[in-house]
């Protein structure tokens, strides 16, 4: 039987709501939808979708090491925006992270975040290899 591992990042939402920041089946990663909140659970970014987008593919990273992954095993994104025409800056900062990794992605514009300065909402999911084989 395969074991199911939890990973939390602390904050207060995830026994409310009832989830975790990742979950790990296997060789397999799923990342919850990430925002860009600091170590401090505020906002990092302000305005900027550029600035909010790094800091989510930041926490997502981080993430995926806890569960003993790391970026080059993501195999697909989906991205959440709340406004489709920052469709640029915001592919930039994910083009900057997953260039050579290019894994299968969406991006979906929504109405609104849980939050409404909150402008990107990533999820990721990963799939990890054998390193040894070089990949």
Do not use: C
């Amino acid at each position: 039987m395969t074991k199911r591992e939890i990973f939390a990042s602390g904050t207060r939402w995830e026994p409310i709501v009832g989830y975790s920041r990742a979950v790990k089946v296997g060789d397999q990663v799923w990342i919850s939808g990430t925002t860009a909140t600091g170590a401090d659970g505020r906002l990092v970014g302000g305005d900027d979708p550029y600035a909010q987008t790094r800091q989510i593919l930041a926490n997502i990273e981080r993430a995926l090491v806890r569960a003993g992954a790391e970026l080059a095993d993501v195999v697909r994104t989906r991205i959440y925006v709340t406004d489709i025409s920052q469709w640029e800056a915001i592919a930039r900062a994910h083009g900057e992270v997953f260039g050579d990794i290019r894994p299968a992605t969406a991006m979906i514009e929504v109405r609104r975040l849980i939050e409404a300065a909150m402008l990107v909402e990533i999820e990721a999911d990963a799939v990890i290899t054998d390193r040894a084989a070089g990949r």
